[in-house]
């Protein structure tokens, strides 16, 4: 509202999109930063052009800190704010679907990721198999480990908007080539940390889902019985060396030599059977 009585009084169809501006740009969905850019960008190039640092400080509509309106104009004049605004839509908008994928089940995945809210979902997926949700749903880590790691890093590197291309088309060869650079850095930097947070997903014990890849739909055995074969020859070494205190007890339980789970897990990794379902133990 400061804003429109300060900056945009002589401007009134401009004034009236910042009227029909609503909502928090902070919250906990994942889908939230995307549909909170959506309501900001267009506003941008209004505000880079109208908002008047002394306009605003010398009114009497109402008490703002005046670093905040000295940083909001800093913001705007930064090179490449309104590009980079684009950029950070396009990264939360792969984001959103990867956890889309995440949140539904590979079998049935055109449900899941299909618009409508869980309970149109669950009506659809009851309409077309008789259930109204599937074993897999909600059991997708086994997924993200195995193949879902390299999706996600590659659907970043792939990430971009209509929006985006079309201010890049716009652009100067040299500073089209500048705006690329700082893409590049920001979504190498993204996979990184992301790439670090998750890393946990490659160590024993927490990969021992992967054992079961081939149960889970499209997987492979072959996959799970390798991930089985490295975690129990990484498990022994450490146990060879003295370390077994260094050892997750969750690898203590299903790598022990002589237990139950042990002695199933090793005549699966030797024999020529393939599927886990043939070794309860294991399985469960």
Known sequence: MLVRATCLSEVREISQMFAN???SHIEWRWEYLEKSLDKLIPLLGHMKTHLNVEAILKSDEGNIDPAVVKEARGALDTPFFTEFCLLVWSLGHAVYNFTHILEGCICHAYVWTSKGNFKTKAKRMFDLTGYKT?????????WLQVVGLPILEQMIRDSTSDRLQGFLTSMSDARRGAFVHIENAVKCSLIEELTQKLAFHKQSPYNSMG??????????????KAIAKTNVEE?????GNGLGDTVHRVAHRLYAKGSRIRVELQSWIESSIMSLRCFPVCLL
Request: glycine share 22%; charged share 20%; hydrophobic share 40%.
């Open 134 to 142: 599937c074993f897999w749903k909600g059991r997708m880590g086994l």
């Open 211 to 224: 054992m079961i890849w081939g149960e889970f739909p499209g997987g492979d055995s072959a996959i799970g």
């Open 235 to 239: 498990y022994d070494e450490l146990i």
């Open 21 to 23: 501006y609503s909502g």
